[in-house]
């Protein structure tokens, strides 16, 4: 709610620079997260279609941005996705006003849920060719022997491209998890993992985040994986998978054969974040 009222303060600003005397900035009905910007014009005024409304969107988007730090902070951690929508009606004296108040707010929600259909097509198909485009890559973090202070290995970790939405692991997952393209982005983090692992220090080890489901893709298999190393100078034994427990072992009767057959060839498992 909080975060809804600093919404509420910047829609605002942006009536007061650009709404009329007689325009109205609303509160949506109880339990409903909708802020209603209503313009009240005489007679048939095309440019309330042509600029009003969409040059009320474009500032009230263009403020969300340049705020984003502050107006929510601390309540989010970043902007808020508003979606917006309209509706435009002329008077008809046959209907009540109540009447055609109900109607027009109606097909304005409709509107919104249509903008938010196509936002979200729209986002499924970026995350998709940013999976089959291979845009990702992978930052490997020290993991350090406490005592001893020496680097033991190295953990890979994926990001998503900078200027994109999915520039994080928690993004890319979640849109992947969204969108059921886990076991894809899967498969192309380890890949990304494991062609990056160049000029590693001597004695080091790669740690390589998997999902259970690895053992089903045809690129994990042990002669795959051994020529991958190959071009990396790196050997099975210098590799831990690590398990996540981000998804559930369906069959582990294939994990299990799976697991000892590269176990067999020196690569190592360990668990990951198990709780």
Known sequence: ?????????????????????NDLVMSGEAGRNEIWVTFLREGEDAAL??????????ALKRLI???AGKAFYPHLRQAP????????????????TETQIVRTAELARR???????????????????????????????????????????????????????????LTLFAAAKEYDM???????????????????????KLFLNILPTAFHDPNFRA???IKTLEQCGLSPSDVVFEISEQESIENFSVFKEGR????????????????
């Open 1 to 21: 709610q909080s975060a809804f009222k600093a919404l509420g303060l910047l829609v605002q600003k942006v009536a007061e620079r650009l709404l009329e005397v």
């Open 49 to 58: 279609i042509r600029q009003e409304i969409p040059n009320f969107e474009i």
């Open 65 to 67: 941005e340049q705020n």
């Open 81 to 96: 996705t508003v979606t917006m929508g309209s509706e435009v009606c002329l008077r008809n004296p046959r209907f009540s």
């Open 111 to 169: 509107d919104v849920q249509l903008n938010l259909q196509l936002e979200d097509r729209e986002r499924r198909r970026r995350f998709r060719e940013m999976l089959f485009e291979r845009r990702i890559y992978s930052v490997y973090e020290p993991i350090v022997e406490v005592n001893s202070r020496v680097v033991f290995g190295y953990e890979s970790l994926v990001r998503g491209p900078e200027d994109s939405e999915f520039k994080t692991p």
């Open 182 to 204: 886990i076991y894809e982005l899967d498969c192309l983090c380890r890949a990304s993992g494991l062609s990056g692992a160049i000029d590693f220090p001597e004695g080091t």
């Open 223 to 225: 002669e795959r994986l």
């Open 260 to 275: 000892d057959n590269l176990r067999a060839l020196g690569f190592q498992f360990a668990l990951d974040d198990m709780g």
